[in-house]
């Protein structure tokens, strides 16, 4: 079965200034995918970032970008210019390209410092 | 347009009731799935349906259950409740299948004393 492992349950981070979220995934599958998620206290989960495990390219939305690392099995979020609105729970998940279900990580609480 | 749909937001249930949870997908979105999310285990998947039929089912018993209609809207029914099932139950949807990630909806936070 695929795990996700988030090891950072808390982080902080100043305005303005970037903020790495790590998140490390087990599988034997070469067809999958991950993603982040973002939760705010409104309890909807919105997603952040998408990557396919097949392209090399890391994926990279405005203030957001991934370091996908497939030999590490690896697949952390960067977020630059953090902004107040970004504090919120950080979920990794990952779902295969075989038809399961999302396995999501335990999160990362994210705080950001004016 | 109009984002996933949960209802009610809040419910309290005593412990052996049954509930039931409603979620309406963002409209042309033929996949919902539903998860349970609390503090110990974090999220955990329960049930995907495609078309009115169920996909997937994670490891939850079978007083967890759930359907699908034909216009896509989605129903969990969790009976003989137990003080565990407190938890925040979250519906999303997707167009193309759940590689391109899920819509959620805000949840329904159920507390069963």
């Known amino acids: 079965a695929q795990t996700v492992t988030q090891s950072q349950p808390e982080m902080s981070v100043q305005e303005a200034e970037t903020v790495t979220l790590s998140c490390t995934y087990d599988t034997s599958e070469s067809d999958y995918y991950l993603f982040w998620y973002k939760q705010p206290p409104s309890r909807q989960m919105i997603l952040v970032i998408r990557q396919e495990a097949y392209k090399q390219q890391n994926a990279t939305e405005n203030r957001f970008s991934v370091n996908f690392q497939k030999a590490a099995k690896s697949f952390s979020l960067k977020i630059s210019d953090s902004q107040l609105g970004d504090a919120a729970m950080y979920f990794c998940a990952y779902r295969s390209g075989y038809g399961q279900n999302f396995v999501f990580g335990p999160g990362t609480r994210l705080s950001v410092l004016p | 347009k109009a984002g996933v749909t949960q209802t009610p937001r809040y419910l309290i249930k005593t412990r052996g009731q049954q509930v039931t949870l409603s979620c309406s997908p963002i409209?042309?979105?033929?996949?919902v799935s539903w998860y349970q999310q609390t503090p110990g285990q974090g999220l955990q998947f329960l049930f995907e349906y495609f078309s009115e039929t169920q996909r997937n089912k994670g490891n939850f018993p079978g007083r967890f259950s759930g359907r699908q209609f034909s216009n896509s809207r989605s129903e969990m029914n969790v009976s003989t409740l137990e003080l565990g099932d407190s938890a925040l139950y979250l519906c999303a949807s997707s167009a193309y299948g759940t590689n391109y990630g899920y819509t959620f909806g805000s949840g329904t936070r159920l507390t069963v004393v």
């Open positions: 409209s042309g979105h033929r996949s």
